[in-house]
């Protein structure tokens, strides 16, 4: 379990604060809010976006914090005794500041046209059956982005250098798949920002539980199933020594042999 300190919690504060900016941003100028718009919701562009912002606030602010900057990351991080709980707590409420700020500057710099669409605000579509069904598939997303988090940043048997990528796209497939459903959420920071500064709280427990239930079932597989009985020698380390070594000695031959 690491240790955390001020500049973990400023970081998770700025990088939360900085990836809904620029979600809420894109999203403000790229997804339709009226039936008679003349052009579409642009879900690869907002995709992409979600994808490149993840990514490159891992790569800078990671090494700080740990680049969880989502409320249900930080709970499958609790759950896994990978941060302590008050850590855990004071990383959660920095992740809500950094939201709030997040959706001020959007209102900041997009007042008129952030006011359509509340600034970036999540609201679920008429296409599916309801408030349950969005609950269901904000769960499923939240699922597939903290598994990601689980098998490659957590788990020291991966090779970590992809992390970042594999997060960020991850998140990025997500709301290209269920965007245009939710709005894609999968995040209670990202979600509650917006809803504060636009005033638009409808729905607002589908937007919590689903990334809640969906960031635990995704902990429980990591942990029952990909890392399993391994659990039990520490949670910071699941494999053996002898097994750390190993793979730490393949990599260096792999990477001599490449030289050669």
Excluded at 32 to 50: M, R
Excluded at 123 to 135: E, F, H, K, T
Aim: contains cysteine; charged residues 10%; proline residues 5%.
């Amino acid at each position: 379990m690491q240790d955390r300190g001020l500049a973990a919690y400023i970081a998770e504060l700025i990088g939360t604060m900085l990836l809904v900016f620029a979600i809420c941003t894109v999203v403000t100028l790229y997804v339709a809010t009226s039936p008679a718009a003349q052009t579409g919701s642009d879900y690869a562009v907002v995709g992409l976006v979600h994808a490149f912002v993840l990514f490159g606030l891992i790569m800078a602010l990671g090494a700080v914090s740990g680049g969880h900057f989502n409320p249900v990351v930080t709970l499958a991080a609790a759950v896994l005794r990978r941060i302590d709980p008050v850590d855990a707590l004071v990383y959660i409420l920095a992740q809500l500041s950094g939201g709030v700020l997040g959706a001020l500057l959007v209102k900041a710099f997009l007042l008129d046209e952030g006011r359509a669409s509340n600034y970036g605000a999540l609201s679920i579509s008429p296409l599916i059956a309801g408030n349950v069904a969005g609950a269901c598939i904000e769960g499923i997303g939240t699922f597939l982005l903290v598994l990601a988090v689980c098998a490659v940043a957590f788990n020291p048997r991966a090779r970590r250098e992809w992390g970042p990528l594999a997060i960020g796209f991850t998140l990025g497939l997500d709301i290209m798949i269920f965007g245009p459903l939710t709005g894609g959420g999968f995040n209670p920071a990202r979600w509650f920002g917006p809803a504060l500064i636009g005033n638009e709280f409808a729905g607002a427990w589908l937007y919590i539980v689903g990334p809640i239930v969906g960031a635990l079932a995704a902990a429980a597989l990591y942990r029952f199933v990909i890392v399993g009985g391994q659990y039990a020698l520490g949670p910071e380390s699941p494999a053996g020594p002898g097994e750390v070594v190993e793979n730490v000695a393949g990599d260096v031959s792999t990477a001599s042999s490449r030289r050669k």
